[in-house]
Protein backbone atom coordinates (compact mmCIF):
# COMPACT_ATOMS: atom_id res chain seq x y z
CA UNK A 1 0.00 0.00 0.00
CA UNK A 2 1.56 3.32 -0.92
CA UNK A 3 1.85 5.32 2.08
CA UNK A 4 3.68 8.30 4.01
CA UNK A 5 4.52 6.88 7.79
CA UNK A 6 5.09 9.71 10.32
CA UNK A 7 5.93 8.61 14.39
CA UNK A 8 5.75 9.57 16.57
CA UNK A 9 1.94 10.08 16.30
CA UNK A 10 1.78 12.55 19.16
CA UNK A 11 4.88 14.05 21.59
CA UNK A 12 4.69 16.10 24.77
CA UNK A 13 8.57 17.60 25.63
CA UNK A 14 9.76 19.76 26.89
CA UNK A 15 11.62 23.21 25.84
CA UNK A 16 14.94 22.90 24.84
CA UNK A 17 15.08 18.96 24.51
CA UNK A 18 16.09 17.80 20.71
CA UNK A 19 13.61 15.84 19.18
CA UNK A 20 13.15 13.93 15.73
CA UNK A 21 10.04 13.51 13.89
CA UNK A 22 11.02 10.93 10.98
CA UNK A 23 8.57 10.80 7.79
CA UNK A 24 9.17 7.59 5.59
CA UNK A 25 7.56 6.93 2.41
CA UNK A 26 7.58 4.25 -0.13
CA UNK A 27 6.56 5.43 -3.28
CA UNK A 28 10.13 5.98 -4.25
CA UNK A 29 8.91 9.80 -4.57
CA UNK A 30 11.52 12.59 -5.16
CA UNK A 31 9.94 15.20 -3.49
CA UNK A 32 9.08 15.09 0.64
CA UNK A 33 8.09 18.36 2.63
CA UNK A 34 7.45 19.03 5.69
CA UNK A 35 4.25 21.68 6.79
CA UNK A 36 2.76 22.44 10.12
CA UNK A 37 -0.96 23.26 10.77
CA UNK A 38 -2.03 25.65 13.19
CA UNK A 39 -5.38 27.14 13.95
CA UNK A 40 -6.12 30.40 12.12
CA UNK A 41 -3.18 29.89 10.05
CA UNK A 42 -3.61 27.16 7.78
CA UNK A 43 -1.23 24.68 6.47
CA UNK A 44 2.54 26.38 5.90
CA UNK A 45 5.80 24.47 4.34
CA UNK A 46 8.61 24.01 6.81
CA UNK A 47 11.40 22.77 4.90
CA UNK A 48 11.19 20.21 1.54
CA UNK A 49 13.65 18.47 -0.64
CA UNK A 50 13.60 18.03 -4.13
CA UNK A 51 15.64 14.68 -4.01
CA UNK A 52 18.79 12.95 -1.88
CA UNK A 53 20.98 15.73 -0.52
CA UNK A 54 18.78 18.24 -1.83
CA UNK A 55 16.66 20.69 0.74
CA UNK A 56 15.84 23.86 1.11
CA UNK A 57 13.66 26.21 3.46
CA UNK A 58 9.97 26.68 3.01
CA UNK A 59 8.00 29.50 4.43
CA UNK A 60 8.66 29.03 8.10
CA UNK A 61 12.07 27.35 8.32
CA UNK A 62 13.54 28.73 11.77
CA UNK A 63 13.81 26.26 14.65
CA UNK A 64 13.61 23.36 12.16
CA UNK A 65 15.94 21.35 10.63
CA UNK A 66 15.60 18.52 8.32
CA UNK A 67 18.32 16.24 6.37
CA UNK A 68 17.65 13.54 3.14
CA UNK A 69 20.47 10.99 3.27
CA UNK A 70 18.03 8.60 1.71
CA UNK A 71 15.10 8.72 -0.87
CA UNK A 72 12.59 7.54 1.23
CA UNK A 73 13.20 9.05 4.21
CA UNK A 74 13.10 13.06 5.39
CA UNK A 75 13.20 13.59 9.38
CA UNK A 76 12.39 16.93 11.16
CA UNK A 77 14.79 17.81 13.74
CA UNK A 78 13.55 20.66 16.45
CA UNK A 79 17.26 21.26 17.89
CA UNK A 80 15.81 23.48 20.91
CA UNK A 81 12.32 22.90 20.83
CA UNK A 82 10.13 25.96 22.21
CA UNK A 83 6.55 26.28 22.84
CA UNK A 84 5.53 28.11 19.58
CA UNK A 85 6.67 25.01 17.99
CA UNK A 86 3.47 23.46 19.82
CA UNK A 87 1.72 22.34 16.27
CA UNK A 88 0.12 19.51 14.33
CA UNK A 89 3.12 18.42 11.66
CA UNK A 90 3.17 16.40 8.17
CA UNK A 91 5.12 15.14 5.84
CA UNK A 92 4.17 15.17 2.20
CA UNK A 93 5.56 13.21 -0.67
CA UNK A 94 4.96 13.15 -4.26
CA UNK A 95 7.07 12.71 -7.80
CA UNK A 96 8.68 15.57 -9.56
CA UNK A 97 10.28 15.61 -13.35
CA UNK A 98 8.87 17.32 -16.28
CA UNK A 99 4.97 15.64 -14.97
CA UNK A 100 4.13 18.60 -12.89
CA UNK A 101 0.21 18.07 -13.44
CA UNK A 102 1.02 14.80 -12.48
CA UNK A 103 2.26 15.29 -9.13
CA UNK A 104 -0.49 14.22 -6.39
CA UNK A 105 0.62 14.60 -3.02
CA UNK A 106 0.31 12.14 -0.63
CA UNK A 107 0.56 12.98 3.16
CA UNK A 108 1.46 11.26 6.76
CA UNK A 109 -1.11 11.09 9.19
CA UNK A 110 0.10 13.93 11.02
CA UNK A 111 2.34 14.63 14.36
CA UNK A 112 0.89 16.33 17.22
CA UNK A 113 3.46 17.87 19.06
CA UNK A 114 3.36 19.94 22.32
CA UNK A 115 6.16 21.47 23.88
CA UNK A 116 5.81 22.90 27.64
CA UNK B 1 2.73 35.22 -3.55
CA UNK B 2 -0.07 32.91 -4.19
CA UNK B 3 -2.62 33.07 -1.95
CA UNK B 4 -5.48 30.72 -1.98
CA UNK B 5 -9.29 31.61 -0.21
CA UNK B 6 -11.86 29.22 0.84
CA UNK B 7 -15.41 30.28 0.78
CA UNK B 8 -17.28 29.62 3.33
CA UNK B 9 -15.21 28.42 6.64
CA UNK B 10 -17.90 26.44 7.41
CA UNK B 11 -20.65 24.78 6.46
CA UNK B 12 -23.90 22.80 8.16
CA UNK B 13 -26.38 21.04 5.92
CA UNK B 14 -29.31 18.64 6.01
CA UNK B 15 -28.57 14.91 4.86
CA UNK B 16 -29.34 14.34 0.96
CA UNK B 17 -28.66 17.79 0.76
CA UNK B 18 -26.01 18.77 -2.64
CA UNK B 19 -23.71 21.35 -1.99
CA UNK B 20 -20.62 23.51 -3.53
CA UNK B 21 -17.56 24.26 -1.89
CA UNK B 22 -15.90 27.41 -3.41
CA UNK B 23 -11.56 28.11 -3.56
CA UNK B 24 -9.98 30.81 -5.39
CA UNK B 25 -6.15 31.68 -5.93
CA UNK B 26 -4.65 34.71 -6.85
CA UNK B 27 -1.93 33.44 -9.48
CA UNK B 28 -3.22 31.69 -12.38
CA UNK B 29 0.12 29.90 -13.67
CA UNK B 30 -0.66 27.05 -11.65
CA UNK B 31 0.13 23.53 -12.65
CA UNK B 32 -2.73 21.79 -10.49
CA UNK B 33 -5.09 22.31 -8.16
CA UNK B 34 -6.14 19.59 -5.49
CA UNK B 35 -8.52 18.88 -2.91
CA UNK B 36 -8.38 17.02 0.28
CA UNK B 37 -10.36 16.11 3.06
CA UNK B 38 -8.97 15.79 6.56
CA UNK B 39 -10.91 14.12 9.47
CA UNK B 40 -10.26 16.15 13.49
CA UNK B 41 -7.02 15.36 14.62
CA UNK B 42 -6.52 12.73 10.92
CA UNK B 43 -4.17 13.53 8.18
CA UNK B 44 -4.79 14.52 4.78
CA UNK B 45 -6.73 12.40 2.46
CA UNK B 46 -6.13 13.45 -1.46
CA UNK B 47 -9.90 13.36 -2.94
CA UNK B 48 -9.34 15.22 -6.55
CA UNK B 49 -6.80 16.23 -8.57
CA UNK B 50 -7.28 18.64 -11.45
CA UNK B 51 -4.33 19.28 -14.11
CA UNK B 52 -4.17 22.66 -15.03
CA UNK B 53 -5.09 21.72 -18.44
CA UNK B 54 -8.34 20.03 -17.26
CA UNK B 55 -11.59 21.39 -16.50
CA UNK B 56 -12.87 19.18 -14.42
CA UNK B 57 -12.56 15.94 -12.37
CA UNK B 58 -14.96 13.53 -10.89
CA UNK B 59 -14.68 10.42 -8.17
CA UNK B 60 -18.39 8.89 -7.55
CA UNK B 61 -20.35 11.65 -5.49
CA UNK B 62 -17.85 14.24 -6.08
CA UNK B 63 -16.87 16.89 -8.91
CA UNK B 64 -13.88 19.36 -8.73
CA UNK B 65 -14.17 22.17 -11.52
CA UNK B 66 -11.24 24.39 -12.26
CA UNK B 67 -11.27 27.82 -13.68
CA UNK B 68 -7.55 29.00 -14.17
CA UNK B 69 -7.90 31.86 -16.07
CA UNK B 70 -10.17 33.47 -13.27
CA UNK B 71 -8.46 31.95 -10.44
CA UNK B 72 -11.65 29.72 -9.04
CA UNK B 73 -12.54 26.04 -8.39
CA UNK B 74 -15.69 24.85 -6.90
CA UNK B 75 -16.12 20.90 -5.16
CA UNK B 76 -19.63 19.85 -5.57
CA UNK B 77 -20.84 16.88 -3.25
CA UNK B 78 -23.98 15.11 -4.44
CA UNK B 79 -26.08 13.59 -2.05
CA UNK B 80 -24.70 14.32 1.18
CA UNK B 81 -23.89 11.93 3.94
CA UNK B 82 -23.27 12.52 7.86
CA UNK B 83 -20.17 10.65 6.98
CA UNK B 84 -19.18 13.53 4.34
CA UNK B 85 -18.40 15.83 7.66
CA UNK B 86 -15.26 17.08 7.61
CA UNK B 87 -12.56 19.71 6.68
CA UNK B 88 -12.34 19.88 3.02
CA UNK B 89 -9.14 22.09 2.05
CA UNK B 90 -8.30 23.13 -1.64
CA UNK B 91 -4.04 23.03 -2.28
CA UNK B 92 -2.73 24.78 -5.58
CA UNK B 93 1.03 23.76 -7.01
CA UNK B 94 3.23 25.90 -8.96
CA UNK B 95 6.51 25.87 -10.59
CA UNK B 96 8.42 25.36 -6.89
CA UNK B 97 6.72 22.27 -6.50
CA UNK B 98 4.85 23.61 -3.09
CA UNK B 99 1.70 23.02 -2.28
CA UNK B 100 0.07 26.45 -1.22
CA UNK B 101 -3.24 26.03 1.19
CA UNK B 102 -6.35 27.58 1.92
CA UNK B 103 -7.72 27.22 5.04
CA UNK B 104 -10.05 24.69 4.68
CA UNK B 105 -14.12 24.91 5.04
CA UNK B 106 -15.63 22.76 7.62
CA UNK B 107 -18.70 21.07 6.91
CA UNK B 108 -20.78 19.40 9.07
CA UNK B 109 -24.17 17.42 7.33
CA UNK B 110 -26.94 16.56 9.85
CA UNK B 111 -28.98 13.26 9.85
Known amino acids: EAQVTQNPRYLITVTGKKLTVTCSQN?????MSWYRQDPGLGLRQIYY???????DKGDVPEGYKVSRKEKRNFPLILESPSPNQTSLYFC???????????????FGQGTRLTVV | KQEVTQIPAALSVPEGENLVLNCSFT??????LQWFRQDPGKGLTSLLLIQSSQREQTSGRLNASLDKSSGRSTLYIAASQPGDSATYLC??????????FGKGTKLTVNP
Open chain 1, 49 to 55: SMNVEVT
Open chain 2, 27 to 32: DSAIYN
Open chain 2, 91 to 100: AVQGGSEKLV
Open chain 1, 92 to 106: ASSRTGTNYWATEAF
Open chain 1, 27 to 31: MNHEY
